[in-house]
């Protein structure tokens, strides 16, 4: 990495950043989104480099809470590529993809002039190419948990130790409440750098007034206390914070606005589908409710997340209806899980979760249909066009995950499992099924991929 920075003539434009560098195993990208809001509601113009993208590689880069524009993108990829063409050799190839694309990140943030560039680690931490960053002015770590371990260990203290190695000699870092363990490997990575080290706790919903967070999820206030304790700092060491004041009390105005403001897709989204809509609760409809999640800490707060939002939304919608004057909504309602998961992550530790804690909150399943990712085949390493016939769709791995949902539901009335060659689809049946059943109400959870929600987020956005 800085091979290439210095490839780029970047060395002295990145020194100059002001960066926030955040890592951590789930609320990453929450968090910068967080962040990046507060900053800008306090009229700082913003960089925000987040991934994985989930429809075009351009929500990466955000300038101003904004994606790049594609005309900005253009100019710079090519600007960076043409100079690596010319430079790269035997000694030193081209960067890889994701490289690539933090180094562009550099350049878009630098030529923009933002005041602040919010950084977010794409894995683990210590030989993560956003870690070329020599002087943030902040590092946060967010909740850890097992992912990726066949990377960075079997072991919480691994894992964090891993993460920790964004920390910087005497630069002041934040995390969330973790485990004993994760918090001992953070403490002493910490202190073996001088690093002034504390704890963010979660936000006080209290302190935003009449304001709701702008993402949904009780975890989410967990990444809005790092997302205020990072922005504050920022604030402080930069010389912005002026008579803002900022403690366990009160908020300042441009903070509440930030955090109520934020919008980052694919976390506990709502869509009704545009096709088969929902007027009322007595008419039925279809409704996606998206979320990336696929760790299993993160399938259970998204379980919970769902399981309270269809029971709000229900209430939200309940009217009186000629026809059906006195019908609860909830029992109309039918639930439908839409999943897929990337083959190295353990579907026996998924589902369950998953399952376990819906039915903990009252929410039943009455059909899961497991499919295949689409985007995979427009990833620029993979080289294969996505099969035109159905029967061409290996889906060895989907018939996996359906005998583990199936093995979870035995014995069960009510529940029936389904495996769809491709999301169109799956999506296709979920319309004509939805239609014909009104007044009945589709709930579709879409989770336990990224590039899933992406993928479905891009089909009923159609
Ligand atoms: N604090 C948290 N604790 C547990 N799960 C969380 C937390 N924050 C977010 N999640 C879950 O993780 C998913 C992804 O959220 P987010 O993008 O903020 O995290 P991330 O760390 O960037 O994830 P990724 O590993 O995909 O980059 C969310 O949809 C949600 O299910």
New binding site residues.
């Given amino acids: 990495m800085f091979d290439y920075l210095k490839m780029l003539e970047l060395e002295n434009a990145i020194s100059q950043l002001k960066v926030i560098h955040v890592a951590?195993?789930?609320?990453?990208?929450?968090?910068c989104?967080f962040t990046e809001s507060i900053l800008r509601s306090c009229g700082f113009r913003t960089g925000l480099f987040?991934?994985?993208h989930l429809i075009d590689v351009r929500e990466r880069f955000r300038l101003d809470g904004v994606e790049v524009s594609e005309k900005k993108f253009l100019e710079y990829f090519w600007w960076c590529w043409n100079r690596f063409q010319e430079k790269t050799g035997d000694d030193v190839p081209m960067p890889n993809y994701f490289r690539f694309l933090t180094l562009l990140g550099f350049k878009i943030f630098s030529a923009e002039k933002v005041d602040v560039a919010i950084m977010?680690v794409g894995l683990g931490g210590k030989f993560d190419p956003t870690n070329v960053v020599q002087d943030p002015i902040v590092c946060g770590i967010?909740?850890l948990?097992y992912?990726h371990m066949e990377i960075l260990g079997y072991t919480l203290r691994e894992i964090a130790g891993e993460k920790a190695g964004i920390f910087k000699k005497g630069i002041p870092a934040y995390t969330?409440p973790q485990s004993e363990e994760a918090m001992h490997a953070l403490e002493d990575k910490a202190s073996q750098l001088g690093v002034p080290f504390q704890v963010a706790l979660p936000l006080d919903p209290k302190l935003l007034k009449d304001e709701h967070l702008g993402l949904h999820?009780e975890?989410?206030f967990?990444?809005a206390g790092l997302a205020i304790a990072l922005s504050s700092l920022w604030l402080r060491r930069t010389g912005n914070l002026k008579d803002m004041l900022i403690n366990e009390n009160t908020l300042p105005a441009q903070f509440i606005r930030g955090l109520s403001r934020v919008n980052?897709e694919?976390?506990?989204q709502v869509v009704p589908d545009p096709l088969v809509q929902v007027h009322n609760s007595s008419h039925g409809g279809l409704i996606f409710y998206l979320?990336?999640?696929?760790?299993p800490?993160?399938?259970?707060?998204?379980a919970k997340?769902f399981s309270c939002a269809i029971d709000e939304n229900t209430h939200h919608l309940e009217e009186p209806h000629e026809n059906h004057p006195n019908r609860q909504g909830e029992e109309e309602n039918l639930q439908v899980l839409l999943f897929n998961c990337m083959s190295v992550r353990d579907p026996q530790l998924l589902l369950p979760r998953l399952v376990n804690t819906c039915a903990q909150n009252g929410v039943k399943f009455h059909k899961a249909i497991f499919v295949p990712n689409q985007s995979v085949y427009y990833k620029v390493t993979f080289h294969s066009s996505p099969p035109t016939e159905p029967e061409q769709v290996d889906l060895s791995w989907q018939q996996t995950l359906q005998e583990v949902w199936n093995n979870l539901h035995q014995n069960e009335q009510g529940c029936s499992s389904s495996v769809f060659p491709s999301i169109p689809s799956a999506i296709k049946w979920l319309r004509e099924n939805a239609q014909q059943s009104r007044p009945i109400q589709f709930q579709v959870l879409v989770?336990g991929s990224?590039h899933l929600v992406g993928d479905v987020l891009k089909l009923i956005k159609q």
Wanted: charged share 20%; net charge negative; proline share 2%.
């Fill in positions: 951590g195993t789930k609320g990453k990208g929450s968090t989104a987040t991934s994985p977010e967010t909740s948990g992912d969330v999820g975890h989410q967990i990444n980052l694919g976390r506990a979320d990336g999640a696929h760790s800490e993160s399938l259970e707060v998204c997340w989770t990224l």
